[in-house]
């Protein structure tokens, strides 16, 4: 039975869920590279949002949602057939094609994610050609195992709004694509740094806003659940950000703009899996964490281990939700508001555990084949001589910035 | 004639054209600039790594002057926008052969 109230939100949640890719993670990416590459990652977002789109309804929708296999889903709704107008999703009181498109929206933003991994000098057939793969072979997969009535649901492993199925997918894919390209070749000590500050925090405001459309709207109904996921939300994101500020000011001597904003996003993708489970002093105990471990997390990745990963996807995150859904089982029995789980810390923490573990391994070795894939077909890397040019004109022919009047 | 080139902090540009226009110094061109000198340009850190910005920042002043005016000129400019700190700037003077009001078609000191 179609509720009016229920479907209302989830039609506005679907809305505030697209904004977070077009443009908010365009932005947030595009003010961190080069002036030479800002229309590139812009291009790779909108590009990656739309092929997402096509995939999703001719298979990838199906093979997530259609069916209850423990691996996959089936070929029912191919083409998103049998998606009848007046038709509930079962379970829900909104309208199939609502669920449908909300969903979407997930299948959009996560392979745009990785786009921060290979800016500046990834082939944008390479772009392409992973992309759509990897939303097939990866994505829809891991999608239907926690979400879709696949393996990991039958284990009672909690992921609300996308901590597995989001963030530790793209956090752990972005890694392995970064290794296979390998670094911009001024890696690291002669790179530029960010271009435009400011767009990064107009990209992070608008996925802040956008991600409540992302966690509460994971509720799926308008209700109690909704309520509390946009409040714990938005505490976690607040105190992150507090916290790498002051990490900042204590180590460098001064906080940043774009520390506080990358926090925001560090604290967003850890409440993201426990949104439906924690309360709101647990969510600034999460957020405070995820301030703290993301920020070692990019020093790790980027200074330590030296892979260029560029815009730190998996440091902020892959960390940042693999975070949220291991500590879940213990967060959701502190403080008021919270829904401890049934089967216990310990056995929840378990089903956590084999959650983050398999889902981050299966998006290794498959990212890793496909990347393997368009490195022996279309090629992973522009030339050099592209590269220092800059991906706008090298490979769209356009400029981002044409100062001279 | 003489040409002086004044590289400065960009944020002393008020301050400069203020003392220029009070002793009478009526005109000058900006451009916006990059570069460094025994500084080296300086790091900025973003997400925890540190970042070499080389070439900073600066403003290029060029004014046209009669020779009388030059060594005034050229104090007035000092005082404007020495700190005391590292990065203040040089002032560079050129001889000058020729100049030329488009308008009037007047030459030489005329036409500054």
């Known amino acids: ?405 | 004639m003489k040409l002086i080139v004044a590289i400065i902090q960009p944020h002393r540009l008020d301050a400069v054209r203020e003392a220029l226009t009070a002793i009478g110094i009526q005109g000058m061109t900006v451009s916006e600039v990059r570069g460094y000198g025994r500084q080296k340009g300086h790091t900025e850190i973003y997400r925890g790594a540190e970042y070499k910005i080389a070439f900073l920042p600066k403003l290029k002043l060029e004014i046209a002057l009669a020779d009388g005016r030059v060594d005034d000129a050229i104090n007035t400019i000092t005082q404007a926008t020495r700190t005391g700190k590292i990065g203040d700037g040089k002032v560079f003077v050129l001889d000058l052969e020729q100049s030329l009001r488009v308008r009037t078609g007047e030459t030489g000191d005329d036409a500054l």
């Open chain 1, 1 to 405: 039975m179609i509720d009016s109230g229920n479907t209302a939100w989830m039609i506005s949640a679907t809305a505030l869920v697209l904004l977070m890719t077009l443009p908010a993670l365009g932005l947030f990416y595009g003010g961190l590279v080069q002036a030479k590459n800002i229309l590139s990652v812009l291009v790779q977002c909108f590009a990656v949002a739309c092929l997402a789109s096509l995939l999703w309804f001719l298979a990838g929708y199906s093979l997530a949602f259609s069916g209850n296999g423990a691996w996959i889903g089936d070929t029912h709704a191919f083409l998103l057939a049998h998606i009848d107008r007046a038709a509930a999703h079962p379970g829900l009181a909104i309208p199939e094609s609502v669920f449908v498109m909300f969903q979407m929206t997930f299948a959009v933003i996560t392979p745009a994610l990785i786009v921060g991994s290979y800016v500046e000098r990834i082939r944008f057939g390479a772009v392409l050609l992973i992309s759509g793969l990897w939303l097939l072979l990866v994505y829809v997969p891991v999608a239907h195992w926690v979400w879709g009535g696949g393996w990991l649901a039958a284990r009672g492993t909690i992921d609300f709004a996308g901590g597995i199925v989001v963030h530790v997918t793209a956090g752990v894919s972005a890694i392995v694509v970064a290794v296979q390209l390998g670094p911009r070749h001024e890696f690291p000590h002669g790179i530029r740094p960010p271009h435009a500050p400011w767009m990064v925090m107009v990209g992070a405001s608008l996925l802040w806003v956008g991600w409540f459309g992302f966690n509460a709207g994971s509720a799926l109904s308008a209700g109690g659940d909704a309520g509390m996921a946009m409040l714990v939300t938005h505490l976690s994101a607040a105190t992150a950000t507090i916290v790498w500020m002051a990490i900042e000011w204590i180590r460098f001597g001064k906080p940043s703009l774009v520390g506080a904003v990358t926090g925001t996003i560090a604290g967003l993708a850890a409440i993201t899996p426990a949104a439906g489970v924690v309360g709101p002093l647990a969510a600034v105990l999460l957020g405070a964490m995820a301030g703290g471990i993301c920020f070692a997390a990019v020093l790790l990745v980027k200074q330590v281990i030296q892979v260029d990963d560029a815009l730190d996807v998996l440091g902020v995150h892959g960390v940042g939700g693999a975070l949220g859904t291991l500590l879940l089982p213990f967060l959701s029995m502190i403080g008021w508001g919270g829904v401890p789980s049934a089967h216990g810390m310990a056995g929840q923490f378990s089903a956590q555990l084999i959650g983050v573990v398999s889902v981050a391994l299966w998006s290794a070795v498959v990212t890793f084949a496909i990347t393997k894939l368009a490195a022996l077909t279309v090629g992973l890397r522009i030339d050099h001589e592209g590269e220092t040019i800059g991906l706008d004109f090298a490979a769209h022919g356009e400029t981002g910035y044409h100062v001279m009047r």
